[in-house]
C-alpha cells in the first residue's frame, strides 16, 4: 500500500498528530541560541587564538559565519526546504538581492567619484598647491 502524505498550505493550522509530533517552540528556539552562542564564541576564539596559521583564521571565520547564518536562518526564520517556506525563502532572496544592489551601487559611485576628483597627472605644480 502507498503511504498517504497530508501536505500543508501556507497558513493552514496543523493536525493534532502534526502538532503532537513536533518538538516544541522553545526547545527550538533554545537549540538555536544554544547553537548560535557557540558559533559566537568559537569565532571570537578563532579570531584570538595563534594556534591557527594567520591566513586560516579568515577561511576559519568565513566558515563559522556562514554557519551561523545557516543557524538563524533554519532556527529563528524556520527557512526550509518544505512548500510551505516558499514565500520566506522568496522573500530573503529578494532582500539579499536589495542588499546586493545597494552596496554594489555605493561601490561604484565611490570608485567613480575616486577616479573624477583625482588631479590629471600632467598638471602644473603650482595649481595642485592652490587651495
Known sequence: MTEARQERAPGDRPSRE?????????LVYTIGLVVAVLLTATSFWTANTTLLWPGGVFLGLAVLAIAQMG??????LHISSGPES??????????????????????W???????????????????????
Not at 502534526?18 to 522553545?26: L, N, R
Not at 516558499?86 to 561601490?107: H, P
Not at 559611485?109 to 587651495?131: F, H, K, R
Open 86 to 107: 516558499t514565500n520566506n525563502v522568496l522573500a530573503l532572496a529578494f532582500g539579499a538581492l536589495i542588499v546586493f544592489v545597494v552596496i554594489a551601487g555605493t561601490m
Open 18 to 26: 502534526m502538532h503532537a509530533s513536533a518538538p516544541s517552540e522553545f
Open 71 to 76: 543557524i538563524h536562518l533554519v532556527f529563528f
Open 109 to 131: 559611485i565611490v570608485a567613480d567619484m575616486n577616479i573624477n576628483m583625482m588631479m590629471p597627472s600632467g598638471a602644473p605644480m603650482s595649481m595642485q598647491m592652490q587651495q
